[in-house]
């Protein structure tokens, strides 16, 4: 005899809950699963009656959809919001709030619903489809388009607008989380550009390494999608050691570097040789010298940058889809009118390139902006300092500075750097796309 499926999927709810119901009055390994066994069982009792009485349940439904229409559906969510609203508020008045807005707007849905009802008990033809709003085609699909974006605008709303405008309303204010925001103006602003000398060590620290890292990580991105781009044995497996660094987390990869640019690590040892080369060539003129790096003001910068180095993989991966991009068909022209290898590059590979490079360029220069992690870590955990910024204030980049403010609960202060730094980004990326337009090539146009 063959069970059917519902009947089948009942008896294994029903062995599921009588054997961790078991479980649970026995109890054994109590100390590594003792405290699982009566929710799980109360899991599986609730879906062996869920199985028992599902017929039953769509069929009450069914009955109570043809009564009402629509209209259940109105009440159902009414019930839920405003059940989720009593719930919620006493513990969230914002969330609980929210409930309250949705269970509001289903109430009003639920009126016109019987409203509809009862004129259509009275003989009249109205519903919501006859409705002007969902006459026109052109409404009903807009209605249903925006009813399956609500849940991101609900999100965008909620987690990405208003706490943008809380913090430039912040900014504005004198805020230590612990009170209210107390309005001050401009002072914020006035204090951070005439009075601040971090601020602009800070800001001097961050455009030095943008202006400096940026080039040298897209002419290296660029060298190594060439190289990753040729036709040669394993190229495959070379391309996955390259982009292997770019999925290593970032704290791990900081203390690795740190090993490395240690006094007498692993890369000074490497350099050692060539500057015994040089002072060998220079009849001992030029004699060589040890590097801090980290702990020398004047080289934690440039170790940065070569600590940059490590992620070009990404970069290079999407340079890499842009060259298999370029038709092949243009070489062979320039092949055909003589063109050698340098004539090819500039005049066929930069400008086909040129989107993918445009790419590269505003995502590392809005990057190089927001440098936090690498900074912070080494300032403070690595043995180089014990203040963020350390040693000598050479590492306190732009969100190093935003983020003391933060632990600080100079919260005002911390807004205002934050959108300071916001319209620096913003100006910087419109005049990028305005010189777009004198070097920038789109097949296109």
């Known amino acids: 005899m063959t069970l059917s499926e519902p009947i089948r999927r009942t008896a294994i709810f029903g062995i599921l809950f009588v054997a961790l119901a078991v479980c649970a009055i026995l109890n054994p390994l109590k100390f590594l699963l003792g405290g699982i066994y009566w929710p799980a069982a109360g899991v599986c009792l609730a879906l062996f009656l869920g199985s028992i009485l599902w017929p039953y349940i769509m069929a009450a439904w069914e009955q109570v959809e043809i009564w009402l229409g629509s209209t259940a559906v ?93 913090s430039l309303f912040a900014s504005f204010s004198h805020y230590d989380i612990v009170h209210l925001p107390q309005w001050q103006g401009l002072f914020n602003y006035q204090y951070m550009l005439e009075h601040d000398q971090t601020f602009r060590i800070s800001l001097y620290n961050t455009f030095w390494y943008v202006i400096v890292k940026t080039p040298i990580v897209i002419v290296a991105s660029l060298l190594l999608a060439i190289l990753m781009a040729q036709q040669v044995p394993f190229i495959k497996f070379f391309r996955t ?33 060539f500057q015994n080369l040089v002072s060998w ?38 340079l890499l889809a842009g060259l298999t991009g370029i038709p092949k068909s243009l070489y062979e022209a320039a092949d055909v009118e003589g063109a050698g290898p340098l004539r090819k590059f500039f005049s066929i590979t930069i400008p086909l390139l040129s989107p993918t490079l445009f790419f590269i360029l505003l995502t590392n220069i809005i990057g190089g902006f927001q440098v936090f992690n ?57 005049i990028q796309l305005y010189l777009s337009k004198r070097w920038v090539y789109y097949e296109t146009g």
């Open 74 to 166: 109105f009440i159902i969510l009414v019930l839920i919001f405003g059940g989720a609203s009593l719930v919620v508020y006493p513990v969230d008045h914002g969330l609980g709030t929210f409930y309250r807005i949705l269970a509001g707007i289903c109430l009003v849905l639920l009126v016109v619903s019987v409203a509809l009802q009862i004129a259509r008990g009275l003989g009249s033809g109205a519903s919501l489809q006859s409705l002007p709003v969902f006459r026109s085609l052109k409404w009903r699909e807009t209605i249903t388009g925006y009813m399956f974006v609500l849940p991101w605008i609900v999100g965008f709303l909620a987690f990405g607008l208003a706490p943008m405008a809380i």
């Open 241 to 273: 050691i390259f982009y292997m660094p770019t999925v290593i987390t970032g704290v791990a990869a900081i203390f690795l570097w740190v090993w490395i640019l240690y006094p007498n690590g692993l890369l000074d040892t490497a350099l050692k040789p």
């Open 281 to 318: 060539l220079t009849f001992g003129h030029v004699k060589p010298t040890e590097i801090l790096w980290f702990f020398d003001p004047g080289w934690t910068k440039p170790a940065l940058v070569i600590m940059g180095l490590w992620y070009i993989g990404g970069g290079a991966l999407i």
């Open 374 to 430: 690498s900074a912070y870590v080494i300032s403070t955990s690595s043995g180089v300092g014990t203040n963020p910024g350390d040693p000598d204030q050479s590492l306190l980049f732009y969100e190093v500075y935003l983020y003391t403010n933060f632990i600080k609960l100079n919260m005002g202060y911390a807004c205002a750097l934050a959108w300071f730094l916001f319209v620096i980004i913003m100006i910087i990326t419109a």
